[in-house]
């Protein structure tokens, strides 16, 4: 690592993305823009009922309209495999996003489950028929109403690397006896990722050679599922994903769209797109689960925290669906001395939930952090004074050590940008005209492993250096720091190194999740440079080429055209010893508590009179170890900031109790923050790297949103002396 | 079916089409434009933004037929400061938006230019500085869920800045 750092120049540069012409004159070609001679368009029919089966499906007037090829139902679909059961030794299980085999079963799980597929010529008309497929039903009784079913909801079972709870002392009978205590009830609804591009997958069959291009998070887990869904072999399969139009969680598991493309290609022999509609991917693309939390709070009069409960409630689609870890960061954020925490999920009859950008910590942290501000303010304490008191200095459920913590040096430096001291503690005690002006903070949290990846690197005689790994960009720069890492490992400019990802014909990489693509990817092109770097040592050595020698000197003194290396391989015995290599990785990594954290600070508007709350000005200090390249790091870091400000203040998935119908399917009514909503983001990072990760780097994807909603909440408490318990927090709850 | 012949980026574009095709399904779909983006098909998002004639238009509430005889531009057909510029400032993560983002900027910068008020202009104010609660408010039609909004800004006001001092001198 020394010795990179004393060569590099090109991490930690605000390197232009190596992608930004492409993304700025429209030559980026997303999923759903390949085009194919014949290309056939694909649209879904929804079911209407959330539990029962299909009695009846009339196809006959879909059939009609010109230009229509088929109408696909369970009655004549082509078969598909069930999905697997998931399993940690073959980790592509996991991508499953539910049970359900779609059109296989006339059984509906779910309002907005597939019921059927129209494949025509054109757009125009594939739409047009769908709307006259006329489905009839048997409807059962169902179970939606999340509200009913938090009460009976069963405890989650956790695996070696997710916790869902834990216990330290007895924290029920401390709280009972301690000094102060608080204990409330919050609420965070449902909420949808909304990338702005709709999963889109376009399928294109040749035999039993199939080629998707597919809006996907995972490529790898993602050819093994859809090889396996279609018995054919995981070669066969080529997945195609250069740009992939925002994720957040959304695009990480197999949803129906993307088998129903693969399938319906089969089954009228053409290729086939299918876009889904905004309203479809609502309705079959799961969301965020809501959540109600109970957290209790018990310290000595001084602050000292004894006892600390944070209980929570999820759900799940009964065919699938994702709990999240939402106690997660209380597990880890104070030293109290005793602490329970619990996750329970109930099962009920909605499209499976799904991860979405730091699934647990996100909504976790919202009660925890909300939490601590109303102890501070019972014991009359500065919440950033209280958070320090209770500064653990090992992990404080299970005393393993952090691999890094800096949260102290956020906060310092924090209150410092932000000008925290000059703020009065007194709830309401600033106004600006009609505006009540309130300030508040949190911490982020968000827990980092680190996966194996495949990269192979070739430095050619003409300086050029091309890395090969199928790892995925939606956003995150991923191509442009990895250049940045190969650059500085091999001693070239950061211009002369390509990056070749997103496709599955190369080395397999891990999905683009828990913030994990760059450090594991990282971790291998580092290893993969040192083995051409050794090459190229012993061929300078042959060739008698003068120390310090550029990689093109020397391979231009030894005549040779190329040097290569790789590391990890994509043969069956390649795979199997790359998971093991992780779940060695994953093993020695539960020795400490490695996370990135960060201190937020916000300033919050109140209209006195209509309850309308504005974002006025922000500042967040992480710990995120070494930034690769601060330009990408700060926007990624500042988008997870900027969802977070939405899900405190505006987005909401509306189910609607009695059907189980997302009520507001579409951008128009689900408020996601728009331009006029967000001030200037002022991000920045302590910058000491990890001792335990890859160039000291943690990866940026998640942390930022984590602490955002109950800054927020925090901030309208100091501004109204309204403390909001339920997100969102709208002027109705807010009005006099 | 009707045709019509738009004039594309420069280029008159024959079509032959059922009267109820968006004009970015028709852009998309039929004549190989993939830059305008479909992210909802009903106006709420901004991605499918593109220059009717120089105005900023959301293309997927438009109808194809609508647009007979006139000139459209599309991100492709685009050549301007302010694409560099939002590659300096980092104006995108993922990219989707950016081309209705980019296209809805060149047409507010000239609505701006032409002296029209958004909501947050007051009403006896001189036209002058885009200011960036200006730029912010009427850049609100076009949602980028990455998060690149202060970028986007930046963008804008770089290439914006050089055209105030012109209107002020």
């Known amino acids: 690592m020394t010795a990179v750092e004393q060569r590099g120049k090109a991490v930690g540069a605000p390197v232009d993305r190596v992608d930004g012409v492409a993304k700025t004159t429209g030559t980026a070609q997303f999923s759903a823009e390949h085009a194919y001679p014949g290309l056939a368009y694909a649209v879904v029919v929804h079911s209407s009922i959330s539990r029962g089966q299909i009695a009846a499906i009339d196809t006959a007037e879909a059939s009609a309209i010109p230009g229509v090829l088929k109408v696909i139902t369970h009655e004549n679909a082509p078969p598909m495999k069930p999905a697997p059961k998931q399993s940690m030794v073959n980790l592509s299980t996991i991508v499953s996003a539910s049970s359900v085999n779609y059109l296989q079963t006339n059984e509906i799980h779910w309002d907005g489950q597939p019921v059927a597929v129209v494949v025509a010529q054109t757009s125009d008309a594939a739409k047009e028929a769908a709307a006259l497929v006329d489905v009839s039903y048997r409807p059962a009784e169902s179970f939606v109403d999340f509200a009913a079913g938090v009460p009976s909801a069963p405890l989650v079972k956790g695996n070696a690397f997710i916790p869902t709870g834990g216990k330290k002392g007895d924290a029920e009978a401390a709280l009972a006896a301690a000094a102060v205590k608080v204990e409330a009830r919050y609420t965070t609804p449902p909420y949808n990722h909304n990338a702005i591009e709709p999963h889109s997958t376009t399928a294109v069959w040749d ?66 797109r299918l876009t889904l509609t905004r309203e479809g991917v609502y309705r079959t693309v799961g969301g965020r689960t809501p959540s109600v939390q109970q957290v209790a709070l018990g310290s000595t009069v001084d602050g000292k925290l004894t006892a600390l409960v944070h209980k929570s409630v999820a759900r799940v689609g009964r065919t699938g669906g994702q709990s999240e870890p939402i106690t997660s960061q209380s597990r880890h954020l104070y030293a109290a001395e005793n602490m329970l925490l619990e996750q329970r999920a109930v099962e009920q009859d909605i499209l499976p939930t799904s991860s979405m950008r730091a699934p647990g910590e996100s909504i976790g942290s919202f009660a925890l952090e909300s939490a601590v501000d109303e102890l501070a303010v019972s014991l009359g304490m500065d919440p950033i004074e209280l958070r320090m008191l209770n500064e653990p200095e090992r992990d404080p459920l299970e005393g393993k050590p952090f691999a890094h913590r800096m949260l102290r040096e956020a906060y310092a430096e924090g209150a410092r940008r932000f000008g925290w001291s000059a703020r009065s503690p007194e709830p309401r005690s600033t106004k600006d005209g009609r505006w009540l002006v309130g300030t508040g903070v949190a911490s982020a949290f968000h827990p980092l492993m680190l996966f194996s990846a495949n990269v192979t690197v070739r430095v050619s005689a003409d300086g050029s250096v091309l890395v090969r790994c199928a790892m995925q960009e ?70 008698g080429a003068a120390t310090g020698s550029s990689p093109q000197e020397v391979l231009a003194k030894a005549g040779v055209p190329f040097v290569e290396a790789a590391v990890g391989s994509d043969t069956r015995f390649g795979k199997v010893a790359g998971q093991l290599k ?62 977070g400000i939405g899900m405190a203040l505006a987005e909401e998935t509306l189910f609607d109790p009695r059907t189980g119908r997302i009520m507001n399917a579409g951008l128009g009514e689900y408020h996601v923050p728009v331009h006029a909503d967000i001030p200037p983001i002022d991000v920045s990072w302590i910058g000491d790297p990890d001792p335990t990760m890859p160039l000291g780097l943690l990866g940026v994807g998640e942390v930022g949103i984590t602490g955002v909603a109950a800054a927020v909440a925090n901030a309208v408490f100091h501004a109204t002396g309204k403390r909001v318990r339920d997100l969102p927090i709208t002027l109705d709850k807010l009005v006099p | 079916m009707v045709e019509v012949t738009i004039r594309v980026n420069g280029q008159d574009r024959a079509l032959d089409i059922p009267p109820q095709v968006s004009l970015l399904d028709a852009l998309r779909e039929r004549l190989g434009l993939t830059g305008p983006k479909k992210g909802c ?61 980019i296209c809805s900027a060149l047409g507010m910068l000239a609505e701006h230019k032409d002296g029209a008020p958004s909501a947050v202009t007051e009403p006896d104010a001189e036209p002058g500085e885009l200011t960036e609660e200006e730029i912010r408010e009427r850049m609100s039609g076009n949602l980028c869920r990455c998060g690149a909004y202060n970028g986007i800004v930046r963008a804008i006001q770089e290439v914006a800045e050089p055209e105030t001092e012109e209107v002020s001198s």
């Open chain 1, 207 to 272: 035999g039993d050679r199939l080629t998707v291009h597919d809006a996907t998070q995972g490529i790898d887990w993602f050819r093994t599922h859809i090889a396996m869904r279609f018995g054919v072999p995981a070669a066969n399969v080529r997945v195609i994903a250069p740009y992939v139009g925002g994720g957040f969680g959304g695009k990480g598991f197999v949803w129906p769209g993307t088998l129903l493309a693969v399938l319906a290609a089969r089954a009228v022999g053409r290729p086939v």
């Open chain 1, 474 to 543: 939606m956003g995150m720069g991923s191509a442009t720091v990895q250049a940045q890492i190969a650059a500085d490992a091999l001693g070239v400019p950061v211009e002369s190194v390509r990056v070749e990802y997103g496709d599955s014909a190369l080395p397999a990489a891990p999905l683009a999740g828990g913030s994990l693509q760059t450090a594991s990817v990282a971790a291998s092109v580092l290893e993969v440079c040192a083995k051409a770097r050794a090459s190229l040592e012993s061929l300078a050595k042959k060739a």
């Open chain 1, 582 to 643: 992780m779940m060695r990785r994953l093993l020695r990594d539960r020795r400490y508590v490695r996370a990135a954290t960060g201190a937020h600070f916000c300033e919050v508007r109140v209209d006195q009179d209509t309850g309308e709350t504005r974002v006025s000005r922000w500042t967040s200090v992480f710990d995120v170890g070494r930034v690769i390249n601060p330009k990408t790091a700060g926007s990624q870091l500042r988008g997870g900031i900027i969802m």
């Open chain 2, 41 to 101: 098909d009903q106006g709420a998002c901004g991605a499918c933004t593109v220059l009717a004639d120089g105005e900023r238009i959301n293309s997927c509430l438009a109808l194809a037929v609508q647009y007979d005889g006139r000139e459209i531009t599309t991100i492709e057909g685009v050549d301007d400061p302010l694409q560099a510029a939002f590659v300096r400032n980092d104006g995108f993560q993922c990219g989707y938006c950016t081309p209705g983002q």
